[in-house]
């Protein structure tokens, strides 16, 4: 944990997020807070467009993923769903989960919606989206994703879903592969219960 808000203070400072003059909606987060990262702005699959600092205020799960994904996405996908099962079983809420294309030169917003619909998700609790605008390669790099394209197509990644608290420090990660970790469902349902 502390090698990531590492990471993240050494980008905040070499992008100049920490001087004076930074946008409104990220001055009063903690210096740790995901949400200072230089402005992304995404649109999610229903077509809807929001920054992704205005997200701040709600425990969330943040990963990262691409919709023509054949292995490595669905597996998250649906690790994700069996998490949440986990967290209501354990008398828990939900948390809504975040998810960040790395493919945006594809994944307009009909790819969205039909890698939501496959997966029978739906907007606001999964909320597939892609970036209109900002770098998505400072997202990954503080998740600790990261991807390179394939010769015919498609991409070589990992996968690392983040829990963000409220004011956006990541509190725990798992890497979503088909199992689910007591340890992080039990995460998820104290940052819940801390919440409320």
Partial sequence: MKRIASLLCAILLGTGLAAAGQAAESTALPPTSIYRIPPLTLI?????????????????????????????????????????????????RPVPVLLVSFDPAHDDVAALKQAARQHHVAAPE?????????????????????????????????????LLDREGRILATDPADGRVDPAFVRAIVQQERDTH
């Fill in 44 to 92: 999610d699959q229903d077509g809807r467009d929001f920054t992704f600092a205005s997200l701040a205020g709600t425990p969330r799960l943040v990963g990262m993923f691409y919709a023509s994904c054949r292995m490595v996405c669905p597996v998250e996908i649906e690790t994700l769903k069996r998490i949440e099962r986990a967290v209501v079983k354990a008398g828990g």
């Fill in 126 to 162: 999964f909320l597939l989206t892609r970036a209109r605008s900002g770098d998505i390669g400072m997202l990954g790099g503080v998740l600790g994703v990261s991807w390179r394209p394939l010769p015919g197509g498609g991409f070589q990644h990992n996968v690392v879903v983040a």
